[in-house]
Nanobody, 127 residues
Framework: QVKLVESGGGLVQAGGSLRLSCAAS????????MGWFRQAPGKEREFVAA????????YYADSVKGRFTISRDNAKNTVHLQMNSLKPEDTAVYYC????????????????????WGQGTQVTVSS
């Protein structure tokens, strides 16, 4: 069973930066396409960023493009989300997710492709 654990969340002022990490166990991150999603109170879970298994493709939501960067370190079995120029509207619980589809290089904004999820890490951006 794949287990994903996020870390790196916290409280930051607008304009600041945070780096989220997602560590995997019970599976090998290098074989998964990975994604980050977020959910703010009272809102639906929304896509943030995705990276293919080889890191050959990345994909970002328009709301974070140019500010967030997704990356992966397959040797360390981790995926990161570097978040710069944070805004109060970025406040949410951030989740990483794994798409284990074999032999498929994919970036997707659909939760349909991600059967494995972490427990989430809270990011709060103050104005």
């Amino acid at each position: 069973q794949v287990k994903l654990v996020e870390s790196g969340g916290g409280l930051v002022q607008a304009g600041g930066s945070l780096r989220l990490s997602c560590a995997a166990s019970g599976g090998t991150v290098s074989t998964y396409n990975m994604g980050w999603f977020r959910q703010a109170p009272g809102k639906e879970r929304e896509f943030v960023a995705a990276i293919s298994r080889s890191a050959g493709m990345t994909y970002y939501a328009d709301s974070v493009k140019g500010r967030f960067t997704i990356s992966r370190d397959n040797a360390k079995n981790t995926v990161h989300l570097q978040m710069n120029s944070l805004k109060p509207e970025d406040t949410a619980v951030y989740y990483c997710a794994a798409d284990p589809s074999p032999l498929t290089e994919r970036v997707s904004d659909s939760t349909h492709y991600y059967p494995y999820w972490g427990q989430g890490t809270q990011v709060t951006v103050s104005s």
